[in-house]
């Protein structure tokens, strides 16, 4: 009977966790400007990027809302795109 006891103990415990999801479920999911800076990592590296190039990458990873990457979307991705 005790072994039941434990195992029911264990079974219980191992069941809940704390650990939040591997998917980002906290609002702060900015996919286009993950887009916009895996687009514009390459292009930026080159030699003789553009400063707009460099802008989209940089920011979209660091300084832009969501928002403001929806925005440059249609720009950043034209400059990228031609730079490759």
Do not use: F
Request: aromatic fraction near 2%; include cysteine; proline fraction near 5%.
């Amino acid at each position: 009977m005790r072994y039941i006891i434990i195992a029911a103990l264990l079974g219980a415990t191992a069941c809940s966790s704390t650990v939040p999801p591997a998917s980002s479920d906290h609002g702060d999911s900015k996919p286009v400007c993950e887009e916009l800076g895996k687009i514009c990592h390459e292009p930026d590296h080159a030699d003789g990027a553009s400063s707009l190039v460099h802008d989209c990458h940089v920011n979209a990873h660091t300084k832009w809302s969501e928002e403001t990457c929806v925005a440059r979307r249609d720009e950043c991705l034209a400059a990228c795109k031609s730079a490759h």
